[in-house]
């Protein structure tokens, strides 16, 4: 066999090599970024489902500080 021939077959298996690598690396990349989405989706419905089961409880004391309601307040 000819050095020639066995440089190109060098090439050829590094390219597949590489190719793997990329494809790999690009699957754990979306796998990541997945992940990270996941969390954060998480985190907002997290945030507004006990901002709306709050909210009835705190609306008395709410209105009584900014609106002037009936408990306590100036004449």
Do not use: H
């Given at each position: 066999m000819s050095?020639?021939?066995r440089m190109i077959r060098r090439r050829k298996k590094n390219a597949t090599v590489g190719h793997v690598f990329e494809e790999e690396f690009a699957l754990e990349s979306l796998k990541s970024d997945r992940l990270r989405?996941?969390?954060l989706i998480g985190a907002i419905v997290s945030s507004v489902t006990i901002l709306f089961l709050l909210t009835p409880i705190f609306f008395d004391?709410?209105?009584a500080v900014f609106r002037g309601g009936e408990s306590g307040g100036a004449d």
């Open positions: 050095v020639t021939r989405v996941t969390i004391q709410f209105q």
